[in-house]
């Protein structure tokens, strides 16, 4: 069976510092992948996606940026995080079909102080 | 452009009440249509979905009928639980041209909370 996996679970980072989360999949080949981010008491917004290999596709101007180095790996990064980065990260997989749904990781809580 | 719309929360009812949680949304590319729900602390599962007009999706006791006439994808449940607290999220999911190709790009509405008291 398919498995995502998210780390970490919970991070506290100073503003100005940088950021790595990671994202893997298992149990299936060549997902569509997606980073999101929910902000307390919100809806979720789409930062980025990926149909491929070093195909990166992003949503909203930011100071993030997304790698996919290997078919089921998305990293989402930054050089230098912004208070107003602080939020919950999700990472989702889906086979790229219309009726079929995307499949989330258990977030990341990232609070910039 | 492609939206969700739902009713806002949150929904506060006590255990054995009937719910619904509206859902509209735009009609444009034959969307698949999904409820997700996400507990505390938790990323999204994906709860029910329905691929065209008069399907109903059903799971755990709820239920959506995707209605293309009045463009809405309603989240029923007949007796609802303290375990069913939980934030609730409807969305549509069609074929988007992007610069980098077509994919399946969901819209999520704001998602609902729903809170039920013992």
């Known amino acids: 069976s398919q498995t995502i996996h998210q780390w970490p679970a919970t991070l506290v980072q100073p503003v100005g510092s940088p950021l790595s989360l990671e994202c893997t999949v298992e149990g299936t080949s060549n997902p569509n992948l997606y980073w999101y981010r929910q902000a307390a008491g919100r809806g979720l917004q789409l930062l980025f996606y990926?149909?491929?290999?070093?195909?990166i596709s992003s949503e909203v101007p930011q100071n993030l940026s997304a790698s996919r180095p290997q078919d089921r790996q998305f990293i989402l990064s930054s050089k230098k995080l912004l208070l107003s980065d602080s939020g919950f990260y999700l990472c989702?997989?889906?086979?790229?079909?219309?009726?079929?749904?995307?499949?989330f990781g258990d977030g990341t809580r990232l609070s910039i102080l | 452009g492609d939206s969700v719309t739902q009713m806002e929360g949150p929904v506060t009812l006590s255990e054995e009440a009937f719910l619904t949680i509206n859902c509209t949304y735009t009609a444009t590319g034959y969307p698949s249509l999904f409820w997700y729900v996400q507990y505390p602390g938790e990323g999204l599962q994906l709860l029910l979905k329905a691929t065209k007009a008069d399907d109903k999706g059903s799971n755990k006791g709820f239920e959506a009928t995707y209605r293309k006439e009045t463009t809405s994808f309603h989240l029923e449940k007949g007796s609802v639980q303290v375990s069913d607290s939980a934030v609730y999220f409807c969305a549509r999911q069609a074929c988007a041209l992007r610069t980098s190709g077509g994919s399946y790009i969901p819209t999520f509405g704001r998602g609902t909370s729903l809170i039920v008291h013992p």
């Open positions: 990926s149909v491929g290999i070093g195909q």
């Open positions: 989702a997989w889906s086979v790229g079909l219309n009726n079929q749904p995307q499949h």
